[in-house]
């Protein structure tokens, strides 16, 4: 018989242990999703400046922001503004997704984008309106929505005053 010198002993001993330790199953540990910091309240009237100002500097025209609050419940405000052809709606539109994106906002529905005679970009409190000039022409929600428009719950009162009209009956004889 061979005779084991005491280093070989350990070895062998490590290498049961090993073996073992492999069989047995190790469970993983436990993965946490770091969580994000809160939100900051997002303060409308720096967002709708911030969008004003995005516009005017990629050379939209007749920029107009509309204060709907208290007027409906679709938005709080409303951004017009119009590009002098379909690129250039196409272009201001990528940016005021650029700037939604880099301010971090959940993303935005967007309609129009393939034709770009009218691009809506809805952010939940803030829509913004890109048009061709005749396509702007042709809608004017500058009117729809102007500030002549009753507030939300008021009932709309008559310009023109009722009329009533009798209508007489032969009388029965």
Not at 18 to 46: F, G, I, M, Q
Request: charged share 30%; proline share 8%; glycine share 6%.
């Amino acid at each position: 018989m061979k005779a084991l010198s005491p280093a070989s002993k350990s070895s062998s001993v490590s290498d049961d242990r090993s073996t073992s330790a492999e069989a047995a199953p190790v469970p993983a540990p436990k993965r946490t999703r770091a969580k994000a910091a809160p939100a900051a309240p997002l303060d409308l009237n720096k967002l709708a400046e911030t969008l004003r100002q995005t516009l005017d500097d990629a050379k939209a025209q007749d920029i107009v922001s509309l204060d709907l609050a208290g007027k409906t419940s679709l938005a709080d405000f409303m951004i017009i503004a119009t590009g002098g052809s379909d690129r250039h709606v196409n272009a201001l539109a990528e940016r005021i997704l650029g700037v939604l994106k880099d301010m971090r906002l959940k993303a935005p529905r967007v309609e129009g984008m393939p034709v770009c005679d009218w691009v809506l970009i809805d952010t939940g409190d803030i829509i913004v309106h890109l048009f061709r000039p005749e396509v702007r022409g042709f809608y004017n929600l500058e009117k729809l929505w102007g500030l002549s428009r009753p507030q939300e719950g008021e009932p709309v009162e008559d310009e023109k005053p009722k009329r009533t009209r009798t209508i007489r009956t032969p009388k029965a004889e």
